[in-house]
Nanobody, 122 residues
């Protein structure tokens, strides 16, 4: 079993930056990690993912070039560095994990954190 706890959310102005952190406990070896987000009144949207081997990263087109996902294996922590933030990035961001290869559907991820709020103002 894997437990995930997100942190680092907050209120920022458009064009600003934030770094989200996800602390994982349990057997994370061979687990792929990622981030989803949910804006008010909308469904969960894939944001980014990191393969279990750490050799591949994946991003939604809307954040490509602005967001970076990374992992510190020694600390069992995954990060989402967000830059050039836009109002449409406002959402609750969830850290997720799944066994094996990365996926792009929320239904593929068995483990979810509680979420951290990111609000971008103009």
């Amino acid at each position: 079993q894997v437990q995930l706890v997100e942190s680092g959310g907050g209120l920022v102005q458009a064009g600003g930056s934030l770094r989200l952190s996800c602390a994982a406990s349990g057997p994370t070896f061979s687990y792929s990690m990622g981030w989803f987000r949910q804006a008010p009144g909308k469904e969960h949207e894939f944001v980014a993912a990191l393969s279990w081997s750490g050799s591949s990263t994946y991003y939604h087109d809307s954040v490509k070039g602005r967001f970076t996902i990374s992992r510190d294996n020694a600390k069992n922590t995954v990060y989402l560095q967000m830059g050039s933030l836009k109002a449409e990035d406002t959402a609750v961001y969830y850290c997720v994990a799944k066994l094996g290869e990365s996926g792009f559907s929320r239904y593929e991820y068995a483990y979810w954190g509680q979420g951290t709020q990111v609000a971008v103002s103009s």
